[in-house]
């Protein structure tokens, strides 16, 4: 992702989030508050999936945690709402894949999927992920109330 990207993102980052059905991020953010929690910074990295110039989608990825937990990696979606069902998410989930086995990861935890985002949960599934534990009443969904999150898991050595 460039600087140039970032406005792009940025639009449906804010609606993403202020939708209130896939992300615990704080609401109401402004564009560099929210450039900081979407701009993943080395050894991880940031990338836009681009068709004729308009950024369709943005994934984030790198290290689950520091230290001695940086061997599984995570990473963060989102589609632009105008570019939902073309397979933006898929394309971007199998960079993501490659690029942590390309990185020497031995894994991918995704710590927070929104059990009620089924269209994600079933992606992530159909890329191999496993649902290793659900936190109830975790997140608090704008639609349904209190649902749980799903920490999902993906083994990369084998």
Known sequence: MTDADWPAVFAFWHETVEAGESYAFPLGLGSDEARGWWDERPPGATVVLEEDGVVLGSAKMGPNRPGRGSHVGTASFMVAP??????????????????HREQGYAAI???AVVETNTAAVRLWR??????VGTVPEAFDSAAHGRVGLHVMHLRLER
């Open 82 to 99: 105008a570019a939902r069902g073309r397979g933006v998410g898929r394309r971007l989930g199998e960079h993501v894949v490659r690029w």
């Open 109 to 111: 935890q995704f710590n």
């Open 126 to 131: 159909s890329l191999g992920f496993e649902v």
